[in-house]
């Protein structure tokens, strides 16, 4: 009926991401964008790309994002990865010091969520897991923490506890789509894993592993 409905094509994009409809996804949140040059739509579109695997794309809207908006710490953590997606482990890890820094400012669970991402990236498990944990105290019930549970154990190498955090995380909402990112290809020598990315046959990095 509106076509061109800002807040429509919001949760449409949302709705294509989720169900690894990459192309509409993007579409969508570019021509929302095009309607509203904010942190939130470059962050969107920037996301969009990382999980089609574009990177550079990916990587250039992230900066946007973080300069329109530099105290947010999912902003940057985002930047940070696709810093380390293109290979750019200098500049991915001085970000994820940032995040590790802005987020310390504030215990709540989101920045702690995206504290023990960084931590785990940079290869520090263990302030990685305690600040897991407390955000699992926090929010139990959060989706996005059990994401986050499920990367930081796959970065770890505690992998039958990721595809406990994967089952949970799916089964709240998240989609089959970020777990394709690159940090969870070793998964795929499990089948648990292997099954649940070939849902997605075109995209799925476990094509031919199973």
Not at 80 to 87: C, F, R, S
Not at 105 to 127: C, F, K, M, V
Not at 176 to 187: G, R
């Amino acid at each position: 009926i509106s076509p061109n409905d800002y807040l429509a094509n919001q949760l449409m994009a949302a709705a294509a991401l989720s169900e690894a409809d990459l192309e509409t996804a993007i579409s969508l949140f570019t021509a929302n964008l095009a309607e509203e040059q904010s942190s939130l739509n470059y962050n969107n579109l920037s996301v969009s790309h990382m999980l089609a695997e574009n990177y550079e794309e990916a990587l250039l809207y992230s900066k946007k994002a973080v300069k329109l908006n530099p105290s947010n710490s999912l902003w940057l953590l985002n930047l940070a990865d696709a810093e380390k997606l293109l290979g750019n482990t200098n500049k991915a890890e001085k970000h994820y010091l940032e995040v590790i820094k802005l987020g310390s400012e504030t215990d709540n669970w989101s920045n702690l969520r995206n504290i023990s991402q960084a931590y785990a990236q940079i290869g520090d498990y263990l302030p990685a897991i305690k600040s897991l944990e407390k955000a699992q105290l926090m929010a139990p019930e959060n989706a996005e923490v059990a994401f986050s549970a499920a990367l930081v154990y796959t970065l770890a190498q505690e992998y039958h506890s990721a595809l406990v955090q994967i089952e949970r995380a799916s089964d709240m909402g998240i989609g089959v789509i970020w777990f394709n990112l690159p940090w969870f290809k070793d998964l795929c020598e499990f089948p648990e894993y292997a099954d649940l990315m070939n849902q997605v046959k075109t995209i799925s990095q476990c094509l031919n592993k199973t």
